[in-house]
């Protein structure tokens, strides 16, 4: 296996998670980054499992001593990649894969021009909208700032090396394994 970083973005309902945990469930010695966050965890949630959850005051730390590979503000909360555990795996041979936002991948392009960057899409934009008001994590306003944030994502799609479309979970799964090996 060739040891690459594979950056796996998109719309926020999109599927990310779910696609990226069958990808991972084939590929067990890819390593996912955990990012760290602002936001207060949702139910179910768990620090250093879903993300690191951190204070504004230790983000703004992180970014005075350039300890971020990318990061991204969404809805007022900030989200980033910590550089040196993706530094450590890749220089380790073990495969990384980030889950991050446009904004992040694009920046994750510049720092590290030998990323894979894939994009994964919805099969169309109302099963964006149904999956994220199906959720029920956010609030209308928060859904309705999400589908807006969704479709500027979605115009960037030519950006990225591959694009994915999330029709099917398993499939869509076997294409980003594709990617990693």
């Known amino acids: 296996m060739t040891t690459q970083l594979v950056v796996l973005s998109g719309p926020s309902g999109v599927g990310k998670s779910s696609?990226?945990?069958?990808?991972?469930?084939?590929?067990?010695?890819?390593?996912?980054?955990?990012?760290?966050?602002?936001?207060?965890?949702?139910?179910?949630?768990?620090?250093?499992?879903?993300?690191?959850?951190?204070?504004n005051?230790?983000?703004?730390?992180?970014?005075?001593?350039?300890?971020?590979?990318?990061w991204a503000e969404f809805a007022g909360n900030r989200y980033g990649t910590p550089r040196q555990p993706v530094l450590e795996r890749l220089s380790s041979d073990i495969p990384v894969l980030l889950e991050i936002e446009v904004q992040g991948a694009k920046q994750v392009r510049k720092n590290m021009p030998e990323a894979v960057l894939v994009f994964l899409v919805p099969p169309s934009w109302q099963d964006l909208e149904s999956r994220l008001e199906g959720r029920g994590t956010e609030t209308p306003e928060q859904v309705a700032l999400?589908?807006?944030?969704?479709?500027?994502?979605?115009?960037?799609?030519?950006?990225?090396?591959?694009?994915?479309?999330?029709?099917?979970v398993a499939r869509a799964a076997d294409e980003l394994v594709s990617f990693l090996k």
């Open 19 to 55: 696609v990226v945990q069958a990808a991972l469930a084939q590929l067990p010695q890819t390593w996912l980054s955990v990012s760290v966050t602002t936001r207060a965890p949702r139910p179910g949630e768990v620090h250093g499992v879903n993300y690191l959850y951190i204070s």
């Open 146 to 168: 999400r589908l807006e944030k969704a479709q500027d994502e979605l115009d960037s799609a030519d950006f990225f090396d591959y694009v994915i479309t999330n029709d099917d």
């Open 57 to 70: 005051a230790e983000f703004d730390q992180m970014l005075a001593s350039d300890e971020l590979l990318e």
